[in-house]
């Protein structure tokens, strides 16, 4: 791999251990993938920050870092940890979990880290089209990929930590403008109506991501509704629970398809699902609940400012009669307070900085759920808990129902 004279000085320690460390695994990474050079980054999103998933080992990696004198150059946003910061008693969180946690936020805050503690960076900094970044979650690098048209690859989360020292990563992927083409067409054509009045937009992207597993598909004929701020969220997360996707390209709205306007799409696969395609995909994600549903729960990937309102405007006028947990980020809890007390009134339950992932629900008594995410009803199951996945509507429906 080319590398240039100040890189080669990275790589030679004149930097200092943990650069010298960082460039190295990137460099290798990179002669691995066959990248030709690195590129730089503008921000990089790390994952594997909750210690029930990072473990003591996780930790015992980053207190290295920060004393071989790791800094990020980069701005640096972290995904959800295993517990609210604030109201984890209220989580039932035992004590020495809480402090393992807190040492792994203090020591990323400590390496230069933005302590966002939530899956959705891309609604709170702001990146641009043609940016490339070094994200680890799949939902954001989905939606920086496809929405933003910025451009990273699917990284994996200490790789995301030494791209984030180097400022710098491999380029080759989806950092490739020549590799940010479709490879299979799904046509939405016979299933847009039933979608229109279903809104099944987490079971569709189950689907897309199950069909294609890999590559870029070219979505066409889709229901305007599917790149609504909250469908998208939810469809984008799904790909990046059933597939290694990183783009996708919806027609007329992803970037990336003004870019194609010579493509011949003649040439390449096409699918065009029918609706039992679509129904049959839940069969794999769910786990069936038996005896009483213990919560619903919502925000996988967290939930938007646009989402808390909605639900505000809905519990304002009806009274749940169920128990309802909700996951957000905690930037929400000052922009939108005046909608969190809403919910929070109507006894729901709003908890930041986690999600119900990477948390332990069964600490807050919790084993059958329904959710609106297909994510989290295939990472949930594969737990062992007892997962319905419902759309929004349905959740919401079953929510005031006596
Ligand atoms: Fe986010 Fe947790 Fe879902 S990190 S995408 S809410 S699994």
Redesign the pocket.
Known sequence: MYLSKEEEKILDGEMGEAYRLAMEVVVKVGDVLNAEKLVKISSAHISGVSYKNIGDEGLDFLRKLKINGAKFTVKTTI??AGMDIIDWKKMNVEKFFAKKQLEIIRIFKEIGAIILLS?TPYYYLSINKGEHLAWA?S?AVLYANSVIGALTNREGGPMAIFEAIVGKAPYTGLHIKDNRVPTLVIDLKFLKKILEKKKMYAMLGYYVGFIAKKGVPLIVNYPKELISSSSIRLFL?AIGASSGIGLVILENFSPDFYEMKNLDLNYIEKMTPEFEDIVGISDRIERSINGNVDAIVL????LSMEDIKKLAAFFKYNIPRKRIIL?TARKIDKIGREYINILKRRGIEVYYDT????ADLRKMNIHNIIVD?A??AY?LSTQGYNVRLMTLEEVLEYAIKK
Not at 299 to 302: E, L, W
């Open positions: 995904n959800p899956c979650e939902n997360a925000g996988c990937p967290h996951f999600c119900m992932v990477v995410s994510k989290a990472y």
